[in-house]
């Protein structure tokens, strides 16, 4: 029934969110040990989903199974990281309070915390209050303070909004030595062309999947050069499809 190969396991999740329903009918796999980008617009339901899989938010019906037991099982606190789209430090403690504070939390040793610190490359920037950070250097110290757990999957609501490209491309790098270090990543994104830094692509729009696919299968599916376009082409795809009626008629 569960599967070890898979972080995540949802089947027919049901969400609402201030009387509407927001996930509607939702079931996925997302396998371990890769980097799976959760990719869609402002409002497709992003965090929703996220917030389903760390046990936050309530969901009316469905299952979501995270590392093989139900999401929020308090077993999970030190299995799964998670990182929110707003910040989620203390301003007034410095980068390295901030990670020994969550370090106590999930029983990390000290050179865990140090370790934290290096990954995420604040070494220099370890005694600033978090305050007095750029905000580059502020979403960093949140994701040292998931990363100190060392945990099985991290789950990121929009890690890279903000930084700069150079910024980007080493957060990135270093989700992918995370993935090939065995950790399981969820990272959602809004900006498309995060998606061919991604081993698995979820494309979420109006609360639904248009696409569980790699990089180089969705361009290839869609005939597109780039991942915007191909997203804009699984759009018109879904709109023409539901145009044609409910009766299913394909639309070519
Ligand atoms: N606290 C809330 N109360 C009621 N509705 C909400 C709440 N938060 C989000 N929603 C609604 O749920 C839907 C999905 O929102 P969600 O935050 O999951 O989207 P998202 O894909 O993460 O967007 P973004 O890229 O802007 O972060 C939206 O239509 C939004 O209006
Ligand atoms: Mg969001």
Known sequence: MVNKSYAVEVD?????????????????????????????????????????????????????????????????RHRVGYV???????????????????GRVLGAAEAAV?????????????????????GGQHSRASLACALVGRPELLVLDEPTVGLDPVLRRD???????????G??????SHVMDEATRCDRLLLMRSGAFLADTTPAQLLLETGTPDAETAFLALIDRAEATTRSGAGGGSAA
Do not use: C, M
């Not at 140090?114 to 750029?134: C, F, G, T």
């Open 12 to 76: 027919q999740l049901r969400v609402s969110r201030g009387g509407r329903v927001v996930i509607a009918d939702l079931s996925v796999r997302i396998p371990t040990g890769q980097v799976v980008g959760l990719l869609g617009p402002s409002g497709g339901g992003k965090s929703t989903f996220i917030r389903a899989l760390v046990g936050v938010q309530v969901v009316e019906s469905g299952t979501v199974t995270v590392l093989g037991q139900p999401a929020g099982s308090p077993d999970l």
């Open 171 to 181: 957060l990135w790098d270093l989700f992918g030595r995370l993935a090939a270090e």
């Open 84 to 102: 929110t789209q707003s910040p989620s430090v203390y301003a007034d403690l410095s980068v390295e309070d901030n990670v020994r504070y969550f």
């Open 114 to 134: 140090q370790e934290a610190i290096d990954l995420v490359d604040l070494r220099a920037h370890a005694h600033d209050r978090v305050e007095n950070l750029s």
């Open 183 to 188: 950790t399981s990543l969820l990272v959602s």
